[in-house]
């Protein structure tokens, strides 16, 4: 499913400036979705201790999904 245009702030907060990334956005779901929530894991904590359960608490449990944007225009940008 494509979404025309979604819109995402950084946080000044964590980065010191606040931009707005915009452009279509891709809803994909379980199962096609599990590789990515899988290497969007590993990135972040590295390796899991049991990928059959991650796999199974994504898909069932907990329903997640991804989406991917792909960014056309980003602006404004401001330091704070």
């Known amino acids: 499913m494509w979404v025309p245009k979604t819109h ?10 606040c931009s707005s990334p915009a452009g279509p956005a891709e809803v994909v779901s379980p199962p ?13 904590s590295g390796e899991h201790p049991d990928w059959d359960e ?7 449990q907990q329903q997640r999904v991804l989406v991917r944007v792909s960014i056309d225009t980003v602006g404004p940008t401001r330091a704070g």
Not at 8 to 14: D, I, L, N, R
Not at 54 to 60: C, F, S, T, V
């Open 8 to 17: 995402e702030s950084s946080s000044p907060a964590t980065t010191g400036r």
């Open 32 to 44: 096609a979705a599990m590789d990515g929530l899988v290497d969007y894991y590993r990135r972040i």
């Open 54 to 60: 991650y796999r199974h608490a994504m898909q069932q």
